[in-house]
């Protein structure tokens, strides 16, 4: 005999339906069949629903019924043939006057109990049942319709349902012998009490209907057919990446079910579990697909953790206070006010101080615990030995479950440091002694964040995700997009780096799209983007909360500088070729460093020296790896570079600057090149990163512009007064060609002191072959005293500065 289960989802329309039908009849070519409906989905909550609101006077309760009522009139329309309606239609639009019935009775009453309730929230089964049958009997397959409400018997007190199995075995052990037919159509969900009245078996309890048949009628198997492709290892809805399990033992799925997988009602597994029957979760829509199969332990794969799961609308109850060490019997009361007042405990912890006990239960049942606890230890509160009882609300709970995972070690510690590296507070923490089930409890707009991230952490899932904001979309960043674009499929293939643009925006405009922003019309996107404000950019990061997030500076802006303390504050990444920041006070590129290292944080900074060259992860590894920096020589601005390459004397000085704006390798403001502040910056940031603590305005500076052009306010003044002191150019340029030198501008650090300045250089020396914009870098260090490491190569533009960002998230990527 088959046993399938048929979920609201499966049945909420007539296309879907009939989808069910095909299925059902592959099932029946081999056996009888018994088939086991929820109501039609969304339908038990309109149900509940209405009733409350007849409760509170709210007469809108007519439309939603009559809404329904026309949803499945209409459903029988589409699926029996217009000769075979009659019946069918006026059996139905007598359950609808019943209910109307009902519902009228607690308007008028203005009290709704929970045997009224249960009664009105199983009409949906009866109605998508009845209609099912009669769909079948229209297809020429004779279904016989079961009322369950008589065959199971069971108690129900504020939904914790025990089933009376003795009655309630025997009743369906008799039914099926006296009553034979090829297939028998079953409403789930419905039952009734010892005393004959309707109830239910709880939220979801159609699939512990066909577990209670399944075990009374001893079949080696139940089907529960419902719109996923089995049971995940984390709620497909929440975690795209997650995947379904093709072997899940009962304690597993217990665990998975208690912990908030819905896919199958918790009581559900009990009575299986006890006989044995395998349960095979399908998809009705897709049931080529494998499924899931819970069996007993032992059938299934080797693996350490089986799945994550999450509870909502959770509350913490604390009770804490120095009264409560060593005191027995303090526990007992406390867990027996919970039992008294019905309230169902989640999750417990209790610290080995015994100075507080911490429990977890339904948000909604909270301020009724604290009301009792409160009353309760009454005396004690008066006495100052324990505090008041606190109840902290909107948090969840997230659970690791796995059968192997007690033969571990460092699981939990796992679990915490991927929590933790992505600013997951986590509030109280359980593990219980079977070691199934490592839970968490956590703020509840944290919840999606965590389970993609131990998801990532836990099921080595083909590729980590960096989410990318961008802020900065000109020559570089420009770059920077396409480059992403060009190396997606290498980072995925050979990286396992799932890359993704979240944000992005330019001085004027921002956009954001959860899914990844679609790089090949970014550029239109943005335009149609909304006004571009720091702040607002940096709440949506924060709102969006997206593990692995980094965000990417490419601008050099003082402003955007001046934010990354709050990307790092909350555990966000931060990638910037913008010096302004690293060049800063020191105490505030301490700030950055000291924050990056509290949260968790990466700040990488490698394209503020040389754009693409590795020139600070080399210093910080030689610093890291106990070397000494003795003297750092570098020829650092590929701007000034290229400008005292070009000029030869002959074309004016101010054209090749121009020309060297034009390439893309000054500041958007050449002066900064020019002035050497851009230089002195650079070399500041080589001496901290050396471990110094210097300030801008302790590197000695040698202008070679006059004081008027540096004091100019735009390019177009300043390009005036370059042109107007050519002849010193000139003489700079002769004097340097008379002693058979070039003009370099050069960056030192010795002795704990920064200088820059132009030199001439001789052909003896590493600098004077050095072409276009590159730059160069000796370090003379302890272990190359002699002979300097060197760094060498092109030192500017926007295409390297671009491959020096990418450079520093895939750092990030591969941590
Ligand atoms: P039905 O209507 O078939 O009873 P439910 O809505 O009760 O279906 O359960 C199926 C839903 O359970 C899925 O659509 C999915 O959103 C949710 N779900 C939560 N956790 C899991 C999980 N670990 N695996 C599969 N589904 C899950
Ligand atoms: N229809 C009921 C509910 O929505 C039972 C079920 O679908 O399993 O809770
Ligand atoms: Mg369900």
Redesign the pocket.
Known sequence: MNILK?????VATPERIKLVAACIQKHLKDDTTITVF?AF?GVTDDLILMALMASREDLSYKEILQKNETRHLEAIKELIPVNAQSGILSRIKTEFNRLETLYEGVYLLNELSNRTRNMVAGFGEILSSLIIAEYFKSLGIAALSVDSRELIVCKNTNDKIQVNYPKTNKNIESFFADNRSKLYVVPGFIAKNDEGVPSTLGR?G??FTAAILAAALNVPRLY?????N????????IVPQ?Y?LKNVSYEEAME?SHF????I?PPTLQPLLEKQIEILVKNTFSPEEEGTLISKSGKHNFRWVT?I?HIDNISLVNIEGSGMIGIPGFSKRFFEVMHQENINVVLITQASSEHSICIAVKDDEAPAAKLALDEAFEAEIRNKRINPIQIEDDVAIIALVGDRMKSHHGLSGKLFSALGNNNINIRAIAQGSSERNISAVIAKKDVTKALNTLHETFFEVPSKELNLFITGVGNVGGKLIEQLKRQEIYLLEKLRLKVRILGLSNSRKMIFDENGIDLENWKNLLEQGEETSQDAFFEKVKELNFRNSIFVDNTASPVIASTYKNYLANSISVVTCNKIACADDFSNYEKLIDLSREYGATFLYETNVGAGLPIIDTLKNLVDSGDRIQKIQAVLSGSLNFVFNNYKGEEPFYKIVEEAMKEGYTEPDPKIDLSGIDVARKILILSRVSGLEMELDEIEKDNFLSEESLNTKTNEEFFDFLEKDEYQFRELYQSAAQNKAQLKYVAQLENGKAKVGLQQVGPEHPFYNLNGSDNIVLFFTDRYSVQPLIVKGAGAGADVTASGIFADIIRIGKK
Do not use: E
């Open positions: 048929f979920g609201g989802s499966s929820s989905g979801g159609s699939d529960i057919y419902t719109d996923v089995g049971m995940y290892t984390a709620n497909p809805r997650a379904p998975l908030g997988a819905k896919v009602y799945g799961t």
